[in-house]
Nanobody
Framework: QVQLEEFGGGLVQAGDSLKLSCAGL????????VGWFRQSPGKERELIAC????????YHADSVQGRFTISRDNTKNTVYLQMNSLTTDDTAVYYC??????????????????WGKGTLVTVSS
């Protein structure tokens, strides 16, 4: 069993940067693909970034490509999301997720094995 907990959300201004962290508790963290989803009010939860067990392969959604970067440090059981050039459209609850198969991320949020509780990111204009 893996428990995930997000850190780093908050209120920032448009154009600012923010870095989210997700700590994984459990021995199998390094054996899991990990990623970040977000959900805004009235919208479905969407995948924004994910990476493989080693961190060598990553995916970023078009909406964040070039602005957000996912990374992981398996020695610290932590995955990060560096967010730059934030806009008001990035306002959402950000969730960390993990799955035994990296391909599950592209299948959708229902295919995740583990979830964090989420952290709120609010971007003001």
């Amino acid at each position: 069993q893996v428990q995930l907990e997000e850190f780093g959300g908050g209120l920032v201004q448009a154009g600012d940067s923010l870095k989210l962290s997700c700590a994984g508790l459990g021995r199998t963290f390094s054996n899991l693909g990990v990623g970040w989803f977000r959900q805004s009010p009235g919208k479905e939860r969407e995948l924004i970034a994910c990476t493989t067990r080693s961190g060598e392969t990553s995916y970023h959604a078009d909406s964040v490509q070039g602005r957000f970067t996912i990374s992981r440090d398996n020695t610290k059981n932590t995955v990060y999301l560096q967010m730059n050039s934030l806009t008001t459209d990035d306002t959402a609850v950000y969730y960390c997720a993990a799955a035994r198969a990296y391909g599950n991320f592209l299948a959708g949020s229902y295919a995740m094995d583990h979830w964090g509780k989420g952290t709120l990111v609010t971007v003001s204009s």
